[in-house]
């Protein structure tokens, strides 16, 4: 076992894996609220939309104040400086999910849903769907890193595989996207820079769960 893992072994309840926690639901939270908030663009709901934007937003504040307050702990703390990089580095991935939840909010309150076809914010539905079920396989690989490397592997594996899926549904929205003819110009510049968004917040589930894999076997 590496250092690293027996450091978190033997002091769980240290006030930096606590933030740590804390940063991790937090971003799993602004996950929930884009796919509420896509939903609800997608059945016409734009009050509901607006809510589980402002949500996402209010998480994506607090998850940058975690992230720097887990980055002063970490400065401060008796970790050997690969030890707290690499530490820095989950922080700092994890949080990358919760800035693009909020670029993608950004991008859906500036796209007419309700003048796209039903196809195409079906679409967008579905590819959020992939995301969640992407975001819930990152939390379970990060939670069981400490405790059960094995299965935090496993689920990072599945981080992977779910990532790929949603690069599939991506590519089918953009297929569809493509085949539209009525649309303007702007209407589908913006729900393509939306499909790019929400496919980005799977790509760094993928991302923060590469840097899972290094905790736990570069040593």
Known sequence: MSELLKWFEKRREAKVLTLMQRHLATTMSSVEDLEKAVEAA???????????????????????????????????????????????HLTKRVDMVADWCRESTRVLAATPM????????????????GVRECAAALRRSISRMADKPEEALQAADE?????????????????????EEKLTIGAGILMNELYEAI?????????????????????
């Open 114 to 129: 309700k003048d796209m076809p039903d196809k195409l914010r079906k679409a967008a539905v579905k590819m959020m769907e």
């Open 42 to 88: 997608a059945n016409g709901d734009e009050e509901e939309m607006k809510l589980c934007i402002e949500r996402v937003t209010s998480g994506e504040r607090e998850a940058d104040k975690l992230r720097r307050e887990i980055m002063v702990e970490l400065a401060q703390g008796e970790l050997p400086p690969e030890d707290r990089e690499d530490l820095m």
């Open 159 to 179: 981080v992977e595989r779910l990532e790929e899926k949603v690069d599939d549904l991506f590519e089918n929205s953009r297929h569809l996207l493509a085949k």
């Open 199 to 219: 496919e980005m917040v799977a790509d760094w589930c993928e991302n923060t769960c590469d840097q899972v894999r290094i905790i736990i076997v570069r040593r």
